[in-house]
């Protein structure tokens, strides 16, 4: 079964419009915690923003913010003010805290962004 | 800042040759992971790594051997390239802090592989 799921393939937004990047998950680890990446075209993975699961509150960082709704197994990426330099591959992931050796993550299919003028 | 790097960004091999693709990282991590990438699936793990000569399989080890002889360089093996090896690939690095889970993994700029 599919651990993490990122639904959209491709996304398109407007420069300066928020755009909103989702991703679902599935554990019955207590302890987890959830992660973006993003990956220009040039190839490099960056580390935009951690949730852990038993944060109270949603994790910002400048113009990126994580709609984390637990319930419903969701860890959704926000952009705000979107720039064209957000154009690029972004890839959702989980690190389960119980039996994880080495700290393994697990990457979704990633969302591919691009930001029109 | 830590740095991965990884010994080419394009590589062109032929079917059956052996391909060693080096991965170095300069933070004395202790955890180290092979990745590939591939349009619609992610990044999937090849292998990893949690100390010197430690390994352990991922999701997707088949056709592949791992060696990490000094704390700071990993590698990955294709024994004999298959033209269903041709990817991305990227290596990454971690050292988890006590009791922590947010710790990130750093990568590399990654390895494209084709295999004709």
């Known amino acids: 079964a599919q651990k993490i799921t990122q639904t959209q393939p491709g996304m398109f937004v407007q420069e300066k419009e928020a755009v909103t990047l989702d991703c679902t998950y599935d554990?019955?680890?207590?302890?987890?915690?959830l992660f973006w990446y993003k990956q220009p075209s040039s190839g490099e993975m960056i580390f935009l923003i951690y949730q852990g699961s038993y944060d109270q509150q949603n994790a910002t960082e400048g113009r990126y913010s994580l709609n984390f709704q637990k319930a419903r197994k969701s860890a959704n990426l926000v952009i705000s003010a979107s720039q064209l330099g957000d154009s690029a591959m972004y890839f959702c992931?989980?690190?389960?805290?119980?039996?994880?050796?080495?700290?393994?993550?697990?990457f979704g299919q990633g969302t591919e962004l691009s930001v029109k003028p | 800042d830590v740095k991965v790097t990884q010994s080419s960004r394009y590589l062109v091999k032929r079917t059956g040759e052996k391909v060693f693709l080096e991965c170095v990282q300069d933070m004395d991590h202790e955890n180290m992971f092979w990745y590939r990438q591939d349009p619609g699936l992610g990044l999937r793990l090849i292998y990893f790594s949690y100390d010197v000569k430690m390994k352990e399989k991922g999701d997707i080890p088949e056709g592949y051997s791992v060696s990490r002889e000094k704390k700071e360089r990993f590698s990955l093996i294709l024994e004999s390239a298959s033209t269903n090896q041709t990817s991305m690939y990227l290596c990454?690095?971690?050292?988890?802090?006590?009791?922590?889970?947010?710790?990130?993994?750093?990568f590399g700029p990654g390895t494209r592989l084709t295999v004709t």
């Open positions: 990454a690095s971690s050292s988890p802090p006590p009791g922590l889970a947010s710790y990130e993994q750093y």
């Open positions: 554990t019955s680890d207590p302890s987890y915690g």
């Open positions: 992931a989980m690190r389960e805290a119980l039996y994880n050796q080495g700290g393994k993550l697990i």
